[in-house]
T-cell receptor, first 112, second 115 residues
Framework: QKEVEQNSGPLSVPEGAIASLNCTYS??????FFWYRQYSGKSPELIMF????GDKEDGRFTAQLNKASQYVSLLIRDSQPSDSATYLC????????????FGKGTKLSVIP | KAGVTQTPRYLIKTRGQQVTLSCSPI?????VSWYQQTPGQGLQFLFE???????NKGNFPGRFSGRQFSNSRSEMNVSTLELGDSALYLC??????????????FGAGTRLSVL
């Protein structure tokens, strides 16, 4: 059973701080990794994807991938109250699998 | 460019009935995946279709089935509904599906309530 694990939270950070969200995965053959944001009552929307070891930055968001340790993280700099949402980590497993496996999500609350 | 369209948005059914949900992918996308989302289990994969063929299936009973048409539109069907089938059903489309770079874009979902 290929698994994706996230701390369910809630994670509370003050406005302007850095929020750090973590995700571990069990399948060493996993190839690509996605972070989605889901507001309450809405559908998931893509924040970032990463498939090479290291960091990938997009505005206030940085995704970090460490395949040796099988974890991927998302940093949100200068957190805003509008960032309050559930963040879902998703992983494509190895070749031949078209299934995107999701973690259960981390609920982030940014306190003004 | 229009996004992923799911219909209907809300459904109320009773136990034992069956239901069909529809998904129209983004134009040019040929892969459609279906997910069930519940508060306890999170987003769980149901199945994925590409060019009218099911390529992957999740761990759901045979009451859950789907199909894809030649225009890439997809339907999923749940027969003999149970109370536990109450959930948000999400459809996602991508250009071709699968790793490494196929991004899935989600529709707004169909909220199914089984009474």
């Amino acid at each position: 059973q290929k698994e994706v694990e996230q701390n369910s939270g809630p994670l509370s950070v003050p406005e302007g701080a850095i929020a750090s969200l973590n995700c571990t995965y069990s399948d060493r053959g996993s190839q690509s990794f996605f972070w989605y944001r889901q507001y309450s009552g809405k559908s998931p929307e893509l924040i970032m994807f990463i498939y090479s070891n290291g960091d990938k930055e997009d505005g206030r968001f940085t995704a970090q991938l460490n395949k040796a340790s099988q974890y991927v993280s998302l940093l949100i700099r200068d957190s805003q109250p509008s960032d309050s949402a559930t963040y879902l980590c998703a992983v494509y497993s190895g070749a031949g699998s078209y299934q995107l496996t999701f973690g259960k999500g981390t609920k982030l609350s940014v306190i003004p | 460019k229009a996004g992923v369209t799911q219909t209907p948005r809300y459904l109320i059914k009773t136990r034992g009935q069956q239901v069909t949900l529809s998904c129209s992918p983004i134009s040019g996308h040929r892969s459609v995946s279906w997910y069930q989302q519940t508060p306890g289990q999170g987003l769980q994969f149901l199945f994925e279709y590409f060019s009218e063929t099911q390529r992957n299936k999740g761990n759901f009973p045979g009451r859950f089935s789907g199909r894809q048409f030649s225009n890439s539109r997809s339907e999923m069907n749940v027969s003999t509904l149970e109370l536990g089938d109450s959930a948000l059903y999400l459809c996602a489309s991508s250009v071709a599906g699968g790793p490494p770079k196929n991004i899935q874009y989600f529709g707004a979902g169909t909220r199914l309530s089984v009474l």
